[in-house]
């Protein structure tokens, strides 16, 4: 069993930015595919970023433009995803996903795919 927890989202103006973070409870993140998908209100969830943590490949949504860079931090043991340029469509629930057995490649963005999941954290980007 993997538990993720997401940390450090908020409130921010658009504009802004936010880093936000994903750990392991008690594991250390060594292989696997990392996921951030959001969940804007009312909305489906939708892929945002993924890392795969063998290869260093990733991948971004469309919506992304540049503006999202999805890294590993090894000293803290996480999967970050620094967010620049937020604006106010980025509001959502962000979630942060894992598969550490089955290979995903980054280049799947089907939230179903991903058998972890964190429990989200808001972001809401203010106009």
């Known amino acids: 069993q993997v538990q993720l927890v997401e940390s450090g989202g908020g409130l921010v103006q658009a504009g802004g930015s936010l880093r936000l973070s994903c750990a392991a409870s008690?594991?250390?993140?060594?292989?696997?595919?990392i996921g951030w998908f959001r969940q804007p209100p009312g909305k489906e969830r939708e892929f945002v970023s993924a890392l795969n943590l063998s290869d260093g490949s990733t991948h971004y949504g469309d919506f992304v433009k540049g503006r999202f860079t999805i890294f590993r931090d090894n000293a803290k043991n996480t999967v970050s995803l620094q967010m620049n340029s937020l604006k106010p469509e980025d509001t959502a629930v962000y979630y942060c996903a894992a598969s550490v057995r089955s290979f995903i490649s980054v280049l799947d963005t089907t939230p179903q795919r991903y058998p972890y999941w964190g429990q989200g954290t808001q972001v809401t980007v203010s106009s």
């Open positions: 008690g594991r250390a993140f060594t292989s696997g595919t």
